[in-house]
Structures are given as C-alpha cells and as structure tokens.
C-alpha cells in the first residue's frame, strides 16, 4: 500500500502561483508513474499532469498545458506541481497520483493510489 500526502493548497487570485507538493511513503517510490488530477464540485475529475519513474517524460492535459509543471525528487519520494498564472477555472480539490510503472498505464491511468487531495481556490 502506497500512502500519498498532497500539501500546498489555498487561496490564490488569478493569475498568482501554488506549488503542490506529495510526499509518499514508499521506498520504492523510483519504481512508479505519478501524476496529478483535480475535481471541481458538480464534476468528474480530471487528468491534469504526469510523470515517469525517472522523470525523463512528462504529460500535461491541454488545459494547463504551459502553465502547470509537474517533476519529482525520488531521493525525497516527493512530486510536485508548480502552478503559474492561475485561473478561476483551476478552481478544484487536487488529488496527488501513483501507479507502478511497470503496469504500463502512463500517462492517464488508471491509478492504483490516491491522495486524500488539497483544495486550491483561486479568486477572480
């Protein structure tokens, strides 16, 4: 069982920065895929970012494309996501992702373990 501790979230006006950080309680942490997705109210989650085992490739929805950065420390089991000019639309619970990388699943999953999330607001 992975555990996955997303920390970061708050309250932001548009057009202002977060960094999301997720701390992982596996030793093992350089043997898997992770990613990030995020909930509105009312709405299905949605697939945001990923990252593979070694940090050598990287996906990002089109929607954040050029905004958000995904990268990761496996000497930390940390991944994190920097996000530049946010919007209201980024509006959502942010759920940090992990998927063993030998499932083969890169980039949108599905995941086998989830975060339990970290709201971010952003104001307009």
């Known amino acids: 069982q992975v555990q996955l501790v997303e920390s970061g979230g708050g309250l932001v006006q548009a057009g202002g920065s977060l960094r999301l950080s997720c701390v992982a309680s596996?030793?093992?942490?350089?043997?898997?895929?992770m990613g990030w997705f995020r909930q509105a109210p009312g709405k299905e989650r949605e697939f945001v970012a990923a990252?593979?085992?070694?940090?050598?490739?990287?996906t990002y929805a089109k929607s954040v494309n050029g905004r958000f950065t995904i990268s990761r420390d496996n000497t930390e089991t940390t991944v994190y996501l920097q996000m530049n000019s946010l919007e209201p639309e980024d509006t959502a619970v942010y759920y940090c992702v992990a998927d063993y990388t030998a499932k083969r699943r890169y980039p949108i999953g599905p995941y086998d373990y989830w975060g339990q999330g970290t709201q971010v607001t952003v104001s307009s």
């Open positions: 596996e030793r093992t942490f350089n043997t898997y895929v």
């Open positions: 990252i593979t085992w070694n940090g050598a490739s990287t």
